[in-house]
């Protein structure tokens, strides 16, 4: 019993080293450049993919050409990861979190779909370490001598990390230039140069943290969301911006994750949640982080303020709802598909609208709440019998309660902290349909989500889909301009004053949070129904994007937006995947090449744009 | 002689808000100016906009003969400018001597070289904090400490933005001291006041900013010996 615990412990510091080396590089790259880089697990995964190139390359059996390859793959990985910074974050540092968030996400879509391309979809295992192959007896376990190697890594590198800061020039302009960049600049120092090279080495050490996973566990193209999700619970947990919170936040989870298999395989995610529920309670900016000093205002800033509907627009958007209503009789029944999903989207985006305008929220990850009113619907179907109808019914809200639940979490944290909880806990709801086999049917999905037989026709289905998602909207709308959406607004722009005059603006914005999940489980309802099936990518973080991407496309604080924006959205992507298997890598190069345009957003740019052309000045 | 600096025309905006309306002033090699105004006048705008960190949107600045305007604040600094901001803005988590490396540049020919072990001859309360962080000093060793750290840049020009704010009365005194020291060393100073004893006692020359635009530029002498002229533009 005591070796196992003890090995257990062992095995549980050996996956916290790899965690820490992404979680630091994420932490370092954020505290001076103030972007919080989504796409720090693609480049893990790069690290780990390419490791497995070369390392084949250069012969695995000896010591050189192992452990050669592995260090090249890191510094490969930096490379790349200057590329990036040159290429596409130095344009954006100006622009609201939001899109500087956004970007990152489109370098992880090309990071996938350029992963596919080189190295195919078949998941790739590493050679052993040469050295590291036997094992060493603990007591009376056996256990591998590479993963006493990674245990030792952690700590060497906190202590490099440690000398890099403290005793470098480097280290202390980096140090400086995390409390005020512009005061760095004007002591002389070419900032550009001080972000790239920071860049390139919180790049170098996620890709040395994947190049050294190799010899333990396959590489494929998951690895990129599981891990940045998990470092994001690491990095909340131990304190953005702090290197040994990082590090103390590793080894926390990773023993945690450990122990949980051994213990009770099926909640190791809810131990999880306990920790990170407990250290968000004591210390809201985790083990070892500050309070963040307070962010340029977001997106939310630019765009013109939320006024009710003037009677035009409430007229089209009645002319609007009964050109949609009278489209059975005009359309065949594949565009009434097509129309029912647009329709349904709409509801989503909306959704996710009501946290995002008037709350000021940003979630990366609103496909939980769709997914799992799917789900709901689908388990409800399938292992309650259940008809369509009260399936329906209940399905909401087990997206509803998931929203109180993660919401809870979420609302503690703003900005980009809240932004990397949400997508935690949409990888994590991810997870469980994906692995929860006898429950979920994992990556086959769950089949036979039909209507009752009256919902069956086309035409049917549709109406019933635009009545509900009709007046959802209505009732969302009602919600932004009732007392609890001017409290929410009154949260956003001013929490102090809010508080001040008896706003308690967490609660205003959990019960928010909740309502959107509601409303997305509704949509994700309706969504399974109307494919007859259910499966994971139903939660993934692309689906996410994609409500992102709607809501943005629109303009955050339009109500209507949301709705204009999933119909020209669906349309573009749908056009997109027809044209071409590498959607993922166009859709990730269209964002980026849409932030980096309009890095203040289309209608910020748009405000530019009318301010330079009213002050006279067509120089600029 | 051309002056060191030389500001023609300077405009500069936030936003909509126009700050500055077309500053024209120079300060000669050696000469210490006062940049006088109540609060709010455009002081400060002044001096970031000759550093480069708003950026001017007409006239020209010109630094040893070059034009600087538009130029990156990193840039102007490596030409040896060297900025004090009025909020002191020291590294917090920073040691003293790493806040000083921070500022460190290479010597710079017709400029004072500066050491930290020099600096610490003119500043002898920093000596003895050298491993002390920035955030646990008080606010006349921070103001001390910005000085020392913008000097290690080894500047030619040296922007002060009002030195002398929420400093007791002893150590406004070891301030004008030590800008009367860094002149001797050569160095030429644009410094911001609404201090007039204090201007008064270190400065060569004054200007006059209201509502960014320059209501006076003559010598101290004929600033002290206008009263009407004190009373409308510097009265608290
Ligand atoms: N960051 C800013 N954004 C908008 N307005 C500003 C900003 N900084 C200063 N101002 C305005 O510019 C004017 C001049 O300010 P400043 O140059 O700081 O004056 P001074 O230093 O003489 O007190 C003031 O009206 C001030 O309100
Ligand atoms: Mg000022």
Known sequence: MLDLILTQMLNGMASASSLFLVASGLSIIFGVTRIVNFAHGSLYMLGAYLAVTLVGAFGPASPLGFWGGILLAAFLVGLIGIVIEVVILRRIYQAPELFQLLATFGVVLMVQDIALAVWGPEDRLGPRAPGFKSFVMILDSRFPSYELFLIAVGPLVLGLLWFLFRRTRWGTLVRAATQDREMVGALGVDQRLLFTSVFGFGAALAGLGGALQLPREAVTLHMDLSTIAEVFVVVVVGGLGSVGGAYLAAVLIGVLHAFGILIFPKITLVLVFLVMAVVLIVKPYGLMGRKPAATLPGAAGIEPLLTPATPGAKLAGLAALLLLAAAPLAVSDAWLLTLTELVIFALFAASLHVMMGPGGMASFGHAAYFGLGAYGAALAVKWLGAPMEPALLLAPFLAGIAGIVFGWFCVRLSGVYMAMLTLAFAQIAWATAFQWVELTGGDNGILGVWPSAWAVPKAVFFYLTLAICAASVLLLRRLVFSPLGYALRAGRDSPLRAEAIGIDVMRVQWAAFAIAAFAAGIAGALFAFSKGSVFPTYLAIPRSVDALLMVLLGGVQTVSGPVVGAFAYIGLSEQLVKLTPYWRFTLGLAIVLLVSLFPRGLVGGFLAWRDRRDAGDPAR | ?236
């Open chain 2, 1 to 236: 002689m051309e002056p060191l600096l030389d500001i023609s025309g300077l405009d500069a905006r936030y936003g909509q808000a126009q700050i500055l309306r077309g500053i024209s002033l120079s300060v000669g090699r050696g000469e210490v100016l006062a940049l006088m105004g109540r609060n709010g006048a455009g002081k400060s705008t002044t001096m970031k906009a000759v550093m480069g960190l708003v950026p001017p949107s007409g006239g020209t600045i010109r630094f040893d003969g070059r034009r600087i305007d538009g130029r990156e604040a990193f840039e102007i600094a490596r030409l040896g400018i060297g900025y004090v901001p009025e909020d002191r803005r020291v590294f917090s988590e920073l040691t003293v001597m790493e806040n000083l490396s921070v500022g460190q540049r290479p010597p710079r020919q017709g400029a004072p070289h500066w050491t930290p072990e020099r600096l610490f001859a003119l500043f002898p309360n920093l000596a003895a904090m050298r491993d002390r962080p920035g955030g646990a000093m008080s606010g006349g060793e921070q103001q001390m400490l910005t000085i020392a750290r913008t000097l290690m840049g080894n500047p030619r020009l040296l922007l002060l933005d009002e030195p002398s704010e929420g400093l007791a009365p002893v150590i406004v005194q070891a301030m004008a001291r030590t800008i009367l020291a860094l002149k001797g060393e050569g160095l030429s100073i644009l410094l911001s006041e609404q201090n007039l004893h204090f201007a008064g006692s270190v400065a060569d020359r004054a200007a006059i900013i209201e509502k960014g635009e320059i209501r006076f530029d003559g010598t101290m002498a004929a600033l002290k010996a206008d009263a009407a002229l004190r009373a409308q533009y510097l009265s608290v």
